[in-house]
Structure formats: C-alpha cells, structure tokens
T-cell receptor, first 111, second 114 residues
Framework: GDSVTQMEGPVTLSEEAFLTINCTYTATGYPSLFWYVQYPGEGLQLLLKATKADDKGSNKGFEATYRKETTSFHLEKGSVQVSDSAVYFCALSGTASKLTFGTGTRLQVTL | DTAVSQTPKYLVTQMGNDKSIKCEQNLGHDTMYWYKQDSKKFLKIMFSYNNKELIINETVPNRFSPKSPDKAHLNLHINSLELGDSAVYFC?????????????FGSGTRLTVV
C-alpha cells in the first residue's frame, strides 16, 4: 500500500538557518504529493502541493520538488523564522482516494 | 466564516460513555473525512464519505460509527468509550476523493477518556 517516510524530529534551528525536511514515498502509479503544517493547537493547513513529476510546489518561502526518480518530495526553506515553528507533514494522494500522511516532523526555531 | 468546523473542541468523558463529534463544512465539497491523531502526532484515516456515501472504512472498532445526513455534515459517534480512544479527531473535506485534491481540515476535537 501507499506509505510516506519522513525524517524524525525534532529539528531545532536558529532563525535564518536553512531548512530541509526529507520525505520519501512508496505508491503505485502517479500520486499527488503535499506538505501540510500544523501549528500548536490547530488543525492542518495545506502548505504546498505538486501533482506530477518535476513539479515544484511553493508557498510562504517553502519549496518542494516532486522527484519521481528518487520518490522524494523534500521540503526546503532558505531562511526560517521563529513563526515557522510547527509540525510538518508530508502526504500523498494515490489511487486509494485518501491522503496518507508521514509521521510528522516537529520544527523548533530559536532566536 | 469557518470552512470546516467541528464541535466540541474539547471533550472529557468517562470510560464506557457514548459521545458524538459533529463536523460541518461550508465549502461545497463533495467528500468528507475523519482522521485520528494520536499522542505522537501520527494521523490515520478512519472514514470517508462522498456525497453521503461511505467510501473508506479503515480498520476501526465498530464502536465508531460515522453518519452523514447530507454532504455538508459528517458526524462521528463513539460507543463505550475506552482509554485508548483518547486522541485528537480531525474532520476534513475535499472537492472530490480523487488525486490532487487538497484537503481542508477542521481545528480538531481533543477527546480525553478518563
């Protein structure tokens, strides 16, 4: 079945540092890929998505590129802020008509 | 206007009780979902309805019963609550159940069984 593997957290960075959160997936066919963000005490918000190979999703300075050859969708941001502290979820939507999530990666950004 | 709203936000109840969580979406979406998030933040789908029809029913105890009176509402009833049911339950909706459809999530219902 479909699955998503994310790097374990927590990830602790200083403000303005470069962020990478790794995500790889297993799926049949050509899934759509997503990153969601969950701020403390809130629901999940869609951060960005990509629906086909080599697509780049971007939003709020975050980017991720759909790499079919490496089955990856790594999240990056060039300069993180304290306000980016949250839990980030990689997810895929495949043939099963549902979103399958990774385990989430907690990001803590300090001054 | 809140796009996907859940009530209640917090629910504390004793073992053995029966409780319901309600969800409503005003986005005009056809598909709604219930997800369970455990204490380690892991998210697992429980149910999905498309136009009031059940399309996903994962391995969930039959004490959990979803009901969709119309495509804007999806409620979750839980019988005989157990300690292990303590979690945050999220409702979500999407335009369709197909690929590429991003989900809109509610803010969650934190259920604590004591």
């Amino acid at each position: 079945g479909d699955s998503v593997t994310q790097m374990e957290g927590p990830v602790t960075l200083s403000e303005e540092a470069f962020l990478t959160i790794n995500c790889t997936y297993t799926a049949t066919g050509y899934p759509s890929l997503f990153w969601y963000v969950q701020y403390p005490g809130e629901g999940l918000q869609l951060l960005l998505k990509a629906t086909k190979a080599d697509d780049k999703g971007s939003n709020k300075g975050f980017e991720a590129t759909y790499r079919k050859e490496t089955t990856s969708f790594h999240l990056e941001k060039g300069s993180v802020q304290v306000s980016d502290s949250a839990v980030y979820f990689c997810a895929l939507s495949g043939t099963a008509s549902k979103l399958t999530f990774g385990t989430g990666t907690r990001l803590q950004v300090t001054l | 206007d809140t796009a996907v709203s859940q009530t209640p936000k917090y629910l504390v109840t004793q073992m053995g009780n029966d409780k319901s969580i309600k969800c409503e979406q005003n986005l005009g979406h056809d598909t709604m979902y219930w997800y369970k998030q455990d204490s380690k933040k892991f998210l697992k789908i429980m149910f999905s309805y498309n136009n009031k029809e059940l399309i996903i029913n994962e391995t969930v105890p039959n004490r959990f019963s979803p009901k969709s009176p119309d495509k804007a509402h999806l409620n979750l009833h839980i019988n005989s609550l157990e300690l292990g049911d303590s979690a945050v339950y999220f409702c979500a909706s999407s335009q369709s159940p197909g690929q590429g459809a991003g989900y809109t999530f509610g803010s969650g219902t934190r259920l604590t069984v004591v």
